[in-house]
Antibody
């Protein structure tokens, strides 16, 4: 069974940093692309970042480019999102997401999400 | 960047009704489009990929079509379980933008 478990969310002041982690199990982690998707309170889904299985392809939404860094450790079946220079508008539930077996960049599995609140 | 526009933003329909949601890309994306269902309190669920291919386990009342810039998701007979917000997402190239969502309610 595919499982994705996020951690690292919490309350942080504007300008601060936070590192999200996602522990993956139930599949061969290195074979799948991974993404971070977020949802601000009362808003829709927003794609944040993508990383291919071997970390060879990495992409970011314009809203986070230069502030967020996605990475993965295939030996530890873990995905990360380093978030710097956080802004009020980064307040969201952040989902760890695994790519589809067939349509690689579509999201087939989602974690339960971790809440990040940016507020003074 | 390519923009993804969904319509309507919300709709109310009766159980058994046929419901259609539209997603339009500002430029062609071939068939690199996915549809997701996001029920309240749940995580999003992949319904459709490659514009029209039903994900395993998804009820057959869901169908989708389209290519290029115009796409549709259809629920042939709306059920109470289908109350959710539905999103399209392009995945041909980054950014992998979601549409704004369509909230489906029961009348």
């Amino acid at each position: 069974e595919v499982q994705l478990e996020e951690s690292g969310g919490g309350l942080v002041q504007p300008g601060g940093s936070l590192r999200l982690s996602c522990a993956a199990s139930g599949f061969t982690f290195s074979s799948y692309s991974m993404s971070w998707v977020r949802q601000a309170p009362g808003k829709g889904l927003e794609w944040v970042s993508y990383i291919s299985g071997n970390s060879g392809s990495i992409y970011y939404a314009d809203s986070v480019k230069g502030r967020f860094t996605i990475s993965r450790d295939n030996a530890k079946n873990s995905l990360f999102l380093q978030m710097n220079s956080l802004r009020d508008e980064d307040t969201s539930v952040y989902y760890c997401a695994r790519g589809s077996t067939i349509a690689g960049r579509a999201v087939e599995y989602w974690g339960q999400g971790t809440l990040v609140t940016v507020s003074s | 960047d390519i923009q993804m526009t969904q319509s309507p933003s919300s709709l109310s329909a009766s159980v058994g009704d046929r419901v259609t949601i539209t997603c339009r890309a500002s430029q062609g994306i071939s068939n690199s489009l996915a549809w997701y269902q996001h029920r309240p309190g749940k995580v999003p669920k992949l319904l459709i990929y490659a514009a029209s291919t039903l994900q395993s386990g998804v009820p057959s009342r869901f169908s989708a079509s389209g290519s290029g810039t115009d796409f549709t998701l259809t629920i042939s007979s709306l059920q109470p379980d289908d109350i959710a917000t539905y999103y399209c997402q392009k995945y041909n190239s980054a950014p992998f933008t979601f549409g704004g969502g369509t909230k489906v309610e029961i009348k």
